[in-house]
């Protein structure tokens, strides 16, 4: 038995105190609930649903979203969040959500640039499926591999990784508290991606709830269907529960540096040469650049680029490296910092100096903020005369952010369609811009009007036909789906930008899938309209 009769009255009981103006609430929940209660297989407290009406509901609802815009009171929220204790309980969400022709959104860190797993633009009312629960991670340094469930963050893995082994690591996220689930579904690059590739690269099995509530893995899925969530983006073709993952060798001791520059201190010229050398030097050494807008003193503003590194080896090494192939940074041994691979991700994080490991496993965010953000790749270096209008463009405003990620190594030698993230062989570094703000009061339309403008300004300068972007970095200007609206040339809009020609096959395989579109959201993999499915069929 899952629920005993008691239980049901107590449910029922405690759902029917809520006010008259939550009874669409109620009657969603209400059957909801009766509804796991037949598909589940261990019972389900009340504590796992939190409504609107509950006074908890704010703090569950904010706990792991990163970005402020969607949590304002304009912003339409869940009739509840559902916090499943184990996969029969996922599988018995997505039935009673199909049956009851409730829309979901799932949640597994909370990170998606637009919101897209805990608010919702076009659909409404919908419910969250939040997978904090689910977040067991096992390591298995016999074989190289680890399972790990889609509700831990990658900075919980990379400590589980570290614990068993000093020489143990695995490519993916820089940002610590990155749902795992979520971030491999759209690729997943971090500061060893020039040595081993993506995340997503290093996927070895994976564990799916598909759109009639099974669990399947790689070999009950298909080759077609394991290919698409690994880089294919989130939520558009079933729920993951969990990876296998491929760990990947790292050396006992690593070095970590940062070297700054500002535009006084030839930052300009030294960015143009960053982007002829950062995606050729050593495979070994991941150098990203962050920029932003700094004081100069007397009121003045300046731009500083400081140089953000990973080099997978000793301090000697590195120096021999930079010397040969990237001189004019100047990098001394005074600057940098030998350390373990697991501190290494501290650091890259920008963790305080000497904070321990453990705190990875609190799983939080160290920045919480409105922001909205875009993303480029580059294929040209960029002229030093466009480095200087952008330099113009950014101390138009208040609190602007680049961030310049080189490829190259492991990143060129892998096809653009192994995976479904297709921004390989060619790409010198990507770009993500951001603007960012702390007060709900401040004019938001200002901002996004500068990032628009920004992105305008680069357009010459990369990718072209189509303009690349990255899906983790998502971006609802580039076009959004409508209610009950299946468009491939309206999506094709995003698709192509995200996915390349890989967004085509990426249709296909939802069209078998999820033919209906029961897994849907703003930018969701569209399926083909049934009338046209014979001439995009495979043999």
Same mark, same amino acid.
């Given at each position: ?19 008259v ?19 589940? &297989? ?23 979203? &990163? ?7 304009s ?10 204790l ?28 637009e919101?897209?797993?805990?608010? $919702? ?9 939040d ?11 016999d ?22 082994s ?30 081993y ?17 099974r ?34 060798p790292v050396p ?88 373990s691979w ?11 100096t000497?904070?321990p ?78 603007t960012?703000? &702390? ?18 300004y680069?357009?010459?300068?990369? $990718? ?43 249709v ?7 033919p ?6 703003e ?17």
């Amino acid at each position: 038995m899952i629920f005993s009769s008691n239980y049901i009255l107590l449910i029922l009981s405690s759902v029917l105190l809520l006010s008259v103006s939550g009874t669409s609430s109620v009657s969603i929940l209400d059957n909801f609930m009766q509804c796991l209660s037949l598909y589940s &297989q261990r019972s389900i407290p009340f504590s796992a649903f939190c409504t609107q009406k509950n006074s908890s509901f704010s703090s569950v609802l904010q706990s792991s979203a &990163q970005n402020l815009r969607y949590l304002k009171p304009s912003v339409s929220k869940p009739e509840f969040i559902f916090t499943p204790l184990d996969e029969s309980q996922v599988q018995a969400a997505v039935i009673c959500s199909k049956e009851l022709g409730i829309h979901l959104r799932v949640r597994s860190g909370g990170h998606d640039y637009e919101g897209l797993s805990y608010a $919702s633009e076009i659909e409404t009312p919908f419910i969250i499926v939040d997978l904090a629960k689910l977040r067991s991670i096992t390591v298995s340094i016999d074989d190289n591999s680890a399972w790990v469930q889609a509700g831990a963050t990658n900075g919980e893995l990379y400590y589980r990784i570290a614990e068993k082994s000093k020489i143990h690591g695995f490519p993916a996220g820089l940002c610590s508290s990155l749902g795992i689930g979520g971030h491999i579904t759209g690729g997943a690059y971090g500061s060893m991606m020039r040595k081993y590739g993506l995340g997503a690269d290093n996927v070895i099995d994976a564990r799916i709830v598909d759109v009639t509530g099974r669990v399947l893995d790689r070999a009950s899925m298909g080759e077609d269907l394991f290919w698409a969530i690994r880089g294919g983006g989130g939520a558009s073709f079933g729920i993951i529960l969990s990876w296998k993952i491929r760990l990947v060798p790292v050396p006992s001791t690593v070095t970590v540096f940062t070297v700054s520059r500002t535009l006084e201190q030839n930052g300009t010229k030294l960015l143009h040469k960053w982007q002829q050398v950062a995606d050729k030097i050593d495979e070994n050494l991941f150098i990203r650049v962050i920029i932003q807008v700094t004081s100069a003193g007397k009121q003045q503003k300046t731009v500083t680029t400081s140089y953000n590194a990973l080099f997978l080896g000793s301090v000697e090494r590195l120096l021999q490296v930079t010397r040969d192939s990237f001189p004019e940074l100047g990098l001394t041994r005074k600057d940098c910092i030998e350390t373990s691979w697991i501190k290494s991700v501290l650091y890259i994080a920008g963790y305080p100096t000497n904070t321990p490991p453990e705190i990875l496993l609190q799983g939080k965010s160290l920045f919480k903020n409105y922001f909205k953000a875009k993303s480029d790749f580059v294929k040209e270096p960029i002229p030093e005369t466009v480095l200087e209008g952008l330099w113009k463009k950014l101390m138009e405003e208040d609190s602007p952010l680049m961030i310049w990620n080189p490829y190259g190594g492991m990143m060129s030698k892998i096809s653009e369609n192994e995976i479904p993230f297709p921004h390989r062989k060619g790409t010198l570094f990507m770009i993500q811009y951001l603007t960012t703000w &702390q007060d709900v009061k401040e004019d938001e339309t200002k901002h996004m009007e500068w990032i628009r403008r920004l992105y305008n300004y680069m357009g010459p300068y990369v $990718s072209m036909f189509p303009r690349g972007a990255y899906v983790n970095y998502r971006d609802l200007d580039l076009g959004m789906n409508k209610k009950n609206e299946t468009s491939f040339i309206k999506a094709s809009g995003w698709g192509f930008r995200y996915f390349k020609d890989n967004f085509e096959r990426l249709v296909k395989v939802k069209t078998r899938v999820d033919p209906d579109n029961f897994f849907r959201h703003e930018q969701s993999i569209p399926p083909f309209p049934l009338e046209s499915e014979p001439e995009y069929c495979e043999a």
